[in-house]
């Protein structure tokens, strides 16, 4: 880690972990290797994020794998994972450092019982005060500091994934905060100077959307919208996520999923509750999907009572769909 | 690898933009004239995105300039379109067959757009398009009405002179085979025709289109409410949502910034008490803002029915800042339409109580009695009372008494009446005799009018 200044330029992330990410088609094979089924545009972001030094900012409903997709980018570049969770309130003290207060206290008492005996023999009060400049002062350094997530980042030598979870449901505050952070991967701590990472972290910020974010913070990151994804997909993404399940469930189960989202419903059903249907089913030895196996598991795909009473009536109509041609 | 700032900013100044740097600069160009915001460092990002990834790969470049440029899901759609037409390269459709007998004489040889035609040379007809479009300005187009001018001057800039020229020569040479290859080449010269103002077409959808739209938007937010013809409704909804937008993002960022608080001294001390002096208990000072509860009174008779859809669509569009909304519609008599906005849309729910009270004579007296009645208890200082109408009362009793309870109750009487200022109080109008009552009385009859209003009661209600 360095100071600002004389300081070396950050470098970019560790030369093994960038030979994954040397092109697209290399991190979509490299993610499809660690579980995750990225489409193109996922796999892109990923790369410039990679080669621009700059953070994501990924957006998307609930449980299309925002924040597994820093997971596994993790995973795949082999780095320690950090994650920041986000919440209203808060702050700097939670996000970036704390001083170690009882340490400090620790400190200044034997620097007292030490400083005590060392001064003694001072002939007049100039030459203690000369003295004491002369010890190194220790009470505000890096040695006190409490570090936490993001500066915990930064301090990684090889590297780190930084995970910034719903940073929606931050303050804008904060949001100002970060900024310094995501531009420069450097902070600045008022008692000590600026921090400055040596090697760039990849950084991913999630948002459900709860309130618009600033632009300051939008213009700093690259921008990805996981959508919703299509049968083939999706269907993908089932099979790596659940291995044991048969090719002819998985194909009508995805289908049946994308037939319940063309209804207009409270919470449609995401990535998420697919795979969790799907693990459900593979536990409950199907091998077929029939009106009353879905009907009786179908609070697995959908979470609100009235959406479950819309999708009930067409459950044949959509289970025809899905096993069509 | 890494693009490096110092090194290559200093050569690139003194090489100037490369031709794929500039065709990036037009795109980015188009890319706002779509309403997708392209700062000037958002555009040395695309730039460096750019040379990271190079042009070769279309669907790569896309990508690449989607994620770096597009902030927002909506920004991203519009990014694909704008992308897909600006790169739309097509190939050149020359008609029918490739000529076979092209004698090599000097006369079309020294016609290169000629020899092109002739030759059924695509790659060199489409450079050649480029180059002359942007000679002739092609991408500064911003009305639909240049087209045929603009199209005029690229084939100009392409040598179209010289081509009718050498027809008319090659036709009145006489020979069979010059005639033949006059024909031939007038025949060309149609295509290069389509050709060209397929181009300008698709200049003027990336750089016009949305200039055509806004210009529309800004004749729309001034037009009368009144006046607004049928097939215009969908467009100023979409005018309405979007300034309402702008304000509740305005308003709901200050309401954040209100609530945090500073260190309150005298409280910390009083509690520190309780524990021999020490400030255990810290108490912040909490300045507590309501988010403004609005009552609207909307005059439904047919004059005022089209301002007050407006207006209703205005303030449902403001949930996000507005903490309550009470509506009300009145003609002769006041109902609540509360339960029936929240269980249809704004234009349906308009519908249903025109149908239900509308198109009767107003009774400004008796709806006000009504109001009394159903507000006895819920109007207090916090509310701000809106009132659209024309304060015609059919020359019944205005009920001014009731106006000022409601005045001393509420925070602030606001009172928009679509007809303008100098028609109040002729004939039958009641509304100079109102306006005694109100805080702000202000004839309101454009959007335009109608957003710096909402504006006002926002502001009077959030400290700066």
Same mark, same amino acid.
């Given at each position: 880690?360095?100071?600002?200044?004389d300081?070396p330029?950050?470098?970019?992330?560790?030369?093994?972990?960038?030979?994954?990410?040397?092109?697209?088609?290399?991190?979509?094979?490299?993610?499809?290797?660690?579980g995750?089924?990225?489409?193109?545009?996922?796999?892109?972001?990923?790369y410039?994020?990679?080669?621009?030094e700059?953070?994501?900012?990924?957006?998307?409903m609930?449980?299309?794998g925002?924040t597994?997709?820093?997971?596994?980018?993790?995973?795949l570049?082999?780095?320690p994972l950090?994650?920041?969770?986000?919440?209203?309130?808060?702050?700097?003290?939670?996000a970036?450092?704390?001083?170690?207060?009882?340490?400090?206290l620790l400190?200044t008492?034997?620097?007292?019982?030490?400083m005590?005996?060392?001064?003694a023999d001072?002939?007049?009060l100039e030459?203690?005060?000369?003295?004491?400049h002369?010890?190194?002062?220790?009470?505000?350094?890096?040695?006190?500091?409490?570090?936490?997530?993001?500066?915990?980042?930064?301090?990684?030598e090889?590297?780190?994934?930084?995970?910034?979870?719903?940073?929606d449901?931050s303050?804008?505050?904060f949001?100002?905060?970060?900024?310094?952070?995501?531009?420069?991967?450097?902070?600045?701590?008022?008692?000590?100077?600026v921090i400055?990472?040596?090697?760039a972290?990849m950084?991913f910020?999630t948002?459900?959307?709860?309130?618009?974010?600033?632009?300051?913070l939008?213009?700093?990151?690259?921008h990805?919208?996981?959508?919703?994804?299509d049968?083939?997909?999706?269907?993908?993404?089932?099979?790596?996520r659940?291995p044991?399940i048969?090719a002819?469930?998985?194909?009508s189960l995805v289908?049946?999923?994308?037939?319940?989202?063309?209804l207009?419903?409270?919470?449609?059903?995401?990535?998420s509750?697919?795979?969790?249907?799907?693990?459900?089913?593979?536990l409950?030895h199907?091998?077929?999907?029939?009106?009353?196996?879905?009907?009786?598991?179908?609070n697995?795909?959908?979470?609100f009572?009235?959406?479950?009473?819309a999708?009930?009536?067409?459950i044949?109509?959509?289970?025809g769909?899905?096993?069509?041609? | 690898?890494?693009?490096n700032?110092?090194?290559?900013?200093s050569?690139?100044?003194?090489r100037g933009?490369?031709?794929l740097q500039?065709?990036?600069?037009e795109?980015?160009?188009?890319?706002?004239a779509?309403?997708?915001?392209?700062?000037?460092?958002?555009?040395?990002?695309?730039?460096?995105?750019?040379?990271?990834?190079?042009?070769?790969?279309?669907?790569?470049l896309?990508?690449?300039?989607?994620?770096?440029?597009?902030?927002?899901?909506?920004?991203?759609?519009?990014?694909?379109?704008?992308?897909?037409?600006?790169f739309?390269r097509?190939?050149?459709?020359?008609p029918?067959?490739?000529?076979?007998?092209f004698p090599?004489?000097?006369?079309?040889?020294?016609?290169?757009?000629?020899?092109?035609?002739?030759?059924d040379?695509?790659a060199?007809?489409?450079?050649?398009?480029?180059?002359?479009?942007?000679?002739?300005?092609?991408s500064?187009i911003?009305?639909?009405?240049q087209?045929s001018?603009?199209?005029?001057r690229?084939?100009?800039a392409?040598g179209?002179?010289?081509?009718?020229?050498l027809?008319h020569?090659?036709?009145?040479a006489g020979?069979?085979?010059?005639a033949g290859?006059a024909?031939?080449?007038?025949?060309r010269?149609?295509?290069l025709?389509?050709e060209?103002?397929?181009y300008?077409?698709?200049?003027?959808?990336?750089?016009?289109?949305?200039?055509?739209?806004?210009?529309r938007?800004?004749?729309?937010s001034?037009?009368?409410?009144?006046?607004v013809?049928?097939?215009d409704?969908?467009?100023?909804e979409g005018?309405?949502?979007?300034?309402?937008?702008r304000?509740?993002?305005?308003? /709901?960022?200050r309401r954040? =910034? %209100?609530r945090?608080g500073?260190?309150?001294v +005298?409280? !910390?001390?009083?509690?520190? #008490? *309780?524990?021999?002096?020490v400030?255990?208990?810290?108490?912040?000072k909490?300045?507590t803002?309501?988010?403004?509860k609005?009552?609207?009174?909307?005059?439904?008779?047919?004059?005022?029915?089209?301002?007050?859809?407006?207006?209703?669509?205005?303030?449902?569009?403001?949930?996000?800042?507005v903490r309550?909304?009470?509506?009300?519609?009145?003609s002769?008599?006041l109902?609540?339409?509360?339960?029936?906005?929240a269980?249809?849309?704004?234009?349906?729910?308009?519908d249903?109580?025109l149908?239900?009270?509308?198109f009767?004579?107003?009774?400004?007296?008796? /709806?006000?009695?009504?109001? =009394? %009645?159903?507000?006895e208890t819920s109007?207090d +200082?916090? !509310?701000?009372?809106?009132? #659209? *109408?024309?304060?015609?009362?059919n020359?019944a009793?205005?009920?001014?008494d009731?106006?000022?309870?409601?005045?001393?109750?509420?925070?602030?009487?606001?009172?928009?009446?679509?007809?303008?200022?100098t028609?109040?109080?002729?004939?039958?109008?009641k509304?100079?005799?109102?306006?005694?009552?109100?805080?702000?009385?202000k004839?309101?009859?454009?959007?335009?009018?109608l957003?710096?209003?909402?504006?006002?009661?926002?502001?009077?209600?959030?400290?700066?």
């Open positions: 880690m360095a100071r600002t200044g300081g330029n950050v470098t970019r992330t560790a030369g093994t972990s960038l030979s994954r990410l040397s092109s697209v088609d290399a991190i979509i094979e490299g993610l499809a290797g660690v995750y089924i990225a489409s193109r545009r996922i796999a892109t972001a990923l410039m994020a990679a080669h621009l700059k953070p994501v900012l990924v957006e998307g609930a449980g299309v925002k597994e997709l820093a997971l596994c980018a993790a995973a570049l082999d780095l950090i994650r920041l969770q986000c919440y209203e309130g808060l702050d700097e003290s939670k970036l450092y704390e001083w170690k207060y009882g340490k400090q400190y008492q034997i620097l007292k019982d030490h005590g005996a060392s001064l001072a002939p007049n030459a203690a005060m000369e003295r004491l002369g010890v190194g002062d220790l009470f505000f350094s890096e040695t006190f500091l409490e570090a936490r997530p993001l500066l915990t980042a930064l301090r990684q090889g590297g780190a994934v930084l995970l910034i979870d719903e940073i449901k303050d804008e505050a949001e100002a905060f970060l900024l310094e952070m995501l531009s420069a991967f450097q902070v600045s701590i008022p008692e000590i100077g400055k990472a040596t090697t972290p950084v910020l948002s459900n959307n709860v309130r618009d974010l600033g632009d300051a939008k213009r700093r990151c690259l990805l919208h996981i959508p919703l994804p049968q083939r997909l999706e269907e993908r993404i089932v099979a790596a659940v044991g048969e002819r469930l998985r194909k289908g049946f999923v994308q037939a319940v989202r063309t207009d419903l409270r919470k449609l059903p995401s990535i509750e697919t795979v969790d249907w799907a693990r459900a089913l593979v409950l199907a091998d077929s999907l029939d009106a009353d196996l879905v009907r009786e598991t179908l697995l795909l959908l979470k009572e009235q959406d479950i009473v999708v009930e009536p067409r044949p109509e959509f289970l769909r899905a096993s069509g041609p | 690898m890494p693009w700032p110092g090194s290559r900013s050569s690139a100044a003194r933009p490369s031709p500039r065709t990036l600069e795109f980015l160009r188009a890319l706002r779509s309403e997708v915001p392209v700062s000037p460092a958002e555009a040395i990002d695309a730039h460096r995105a750019a040379a990271q990834v190079g042009y070769a790969d279309r669907v790569l896309k990508d690449s300039l989607a994620v770096t440029l597009a902030k927002t899901a909506e920004e991203a759609a519009r990014f694909d379109a704008c992308f897909d037409t600006f739309d097509r190939e050149f459709t020359a029918g067959e490739p000529h076979s007998g090599a004489q000097t006369d079309e040889r020294a016609n290169p757009l000629a020899r092109m035609l002739l030759e040379d695509a060199g007809l489409a450079q050649a398009m480029e180059s002359a479009a942007s000679s002739a300005g092609a500064e911003h009305t639909g009405a087209r001018l603009l199209t005029r690229m084939l100009d392409m179209l002179r010289e081509l009718e020229r027809i020569s090659l036709g009145t020979g069979e085979r010059d290859l024909a031939e080449l007038a025949e010269r149609l295509s025709f389509v060209a103002r397929r300008i077409d698709r200049q003027a959808d990336l750089f016009a289109g949305q200039t055509g739209r806004r210009l938007e800004r004749l729309l001034r037009r009368k409410l009144t006046a013809e049928p097939e409704f969908r467009a100023m005018l309405v949502r979007k300034m309402a937008a304000l509740a993002k305005r308003y /709901a960022r954040h =910034r %209100a945090e500073r260190l309150d +005298r409280k !910390t001390v009083r509690r520190s #008490l *309780g524990y021999g002096g400030p255990f208990e810290i108490v912040w909490r300045r803002l309501d988010r403004p609005i009552v609207v009174l909307c005059d439904v008779s047919r004059s005022v029915a089209a301002a007050a859809q407006f207006l209703l669509l205005f303030l449902y569009s403001l949930n996000e800042v309550r909304l009470d509506a009300f519609a009145f002769d008599r109902v609540a339409i509360n339960d029936l906005l269980e249809t849309t704004v234009d349906d729910a308009i249903l109580i149908a239900r009270i509308g009767r004579p107003t009774d400004y007296g008796r /709806a006000l009695a009504d109001f =009394r %009645a159903a507000s109007l +200082r916090r !509310t701000t009372v809106i009132i #659209l *109408g024309d304060g015609r009362s020359h009793d205005p009920r001014l009731l106006m000022r309870w409601i005045a001393d109750r509420s925070r602030a009487v606001v009172w928009l009446n679509p007809e303008p200022e028609y109040w109080g002729q004939g039958d109008s509304m100079d005799a109102y306006r005694r009552f109100c805080h702000v009385a004839p309101c009859n454009t959007l335009e009018q957003e710096r209003i909402i504006e006002d009661v926002l502001r009077t209600y959030l400290p700066r």
